[in-house]
């Protein structure tokens, strides 16, 4: 009861307290309305001095109290302390970034094309169809319907990327906004035998739909992780499926002829294990299986001490709803003489976090 007692007569107090009438002056006369430091902006920090003042431990000028006269009725009181709170969670609800979709686009694949960007790999924040239109041309924008339309609720990011040749998936993995926007983002092989292209560079942009007036960025950096050289041959019919990871490990040119089959050994030949690559190198094949083909493999560390390979690999997620065939994977790994088939590899597998998965 006692508990209730002293409730109540905080509450009463607020209620009582500081309900000062202010003539003479015009709530237009403020800049922001609960802006009562005058940092121009709603924060904690008003919060802080409002509640102080309502206490009768702080005075204000007639310029914080207009500023904290959030309900415009002449005085402070309890009201405005509740309604400053509420336009404070509006506004961050304002300010964060809400992702609506992700996809990503390679140039000249159905025709997709934009103006040259100066760099491998950055990015630019677009919000009207007028500053798209300065890098993409009009039938990527009319294909993708980003019109004058789309830009009255939303931005578009979009994230550019070159790649060595064109058998790379992207992911992004983290989003982090605030005065420098920091965009994380992992890219790894589709696999030497997924599509029969030439080897030549791949310009991709990932686009990035988010919400309109998301927080002001003076600039944009793009992070990519670090992942192990390595090489992915999709096969068939080595190991049981949905089984743990196998490690094999190749020594000589005749090991690998008795090991592989035509398909598998047909690639090895286009990467160049012949005998004079075993006459300074090994092969290192971990076999993985999975419940559909369209889940990949992104190695993130390769360490080896001793007698012992360390072998940290991401499963990265789907990109497609429309493959259901269980696959197999042979991941090479190029490495010198010390390793033998006695080696204690361990290999461990778990699933990439991204921040959203990407359409193509």
Not at 65 to 90: E, M, P, S, T
Not at 130 to 150: C, H, K, M, S
Not at 267 to 284: P, R, S, W
Request: aromatic share 12%; with cysteine.
């Amino acid at each position: 009861m006692k508990r209730y007692r002293k409730l109540f007569a905080v509450l009463a107090g607020m209620f009582l307290i500081s309900s000062v009438n202010l003539t003479g002056v015009s709530a237009e006369e403020s800049a922001l309305t609960g802006d009562m430091n005058s940092d121009h902006k709603i924060g904690v920090a008003d919060i802080v001095m409002m509640y102080k003042y309502l206490h009768n431990q702080q005075k204000i000028t007639k310029e914080q109290f207009i500023a904290g006269d959030v309900n415009q009725d002449g005085r402070i009181n309890i009201f405005d302390f509740i309604h400053l709170k509420q336009n404070l969670i509006q506004t961050n609800q304002k300010q964060e970034l809400q992702i609506d979709n992700i996809r990503c686009l390679r140039k000249g694949e159905w025709e997709y094309d934009w103006k040259a960007y100066s760099e491998s790999t950055g990015a630019e924040l677009y919000t009207s169809a007028e500053e798209l239109a300065e890098r993409f041309y009009d039938n990527t924008i009319q294909v993708l319907r980003y019109d004058d339309a789309y830009f009255e609720t939303h931005d578009l990011l979009a994230v550019f990327v070159t790649d060595p040749y064109p058998r790379y998936q992207h992911f992004i993995t983290g989003i982090e906004t605030g005065t420098d926007w920091k965009i994380h983002f992992i890219r790894t092989s589709l696999g030497w035998n997924a599509y029969p292209v030439p080897d030549v560079e791949q310009d991709s942009v990932i686009l990035i739909q988010t919400n309109k007036s998301p927080e002001s960025a003076e600039s944009i950096t793009v992070t990519e992780q670090n992942t192990v050289s390595a090489k992915y041959f999709r096969t068939y019919g080595y190991q049981d499926w949905n089984t743990e990871p196998v490690t094999v490990v190749i020594t000589s040119r005749e090991e690998l002829e008795n090991y592989c089959g035509d398909d598998l050994l047909k690639d090895c030949d286009e990467c160049g294990y012949d005998a004079e690559f075993f006459e300074t190198h090994q092969l290192v094949f971990v076999i993985v299986s999975e419940g559909s083909g369209s889940y990949g493999h992104a190695v993130t560390e390769y360490t080896q001490e001793g007698d012992k390979i360390s072998i940290q690999m991401k499963r990265l997620p789907s990109q497609s709803s429309y493959t259901a065939d269980m696959a197999e994977w042979h991941i090479a790994f190029e490495t010198d003489k010390t390793v033998t088939p006695e080696t204690d590899i361990a290999v461990t597998v778990s699933d990439l976090e991204i921040y959203r998965n990407l359409l193509y």
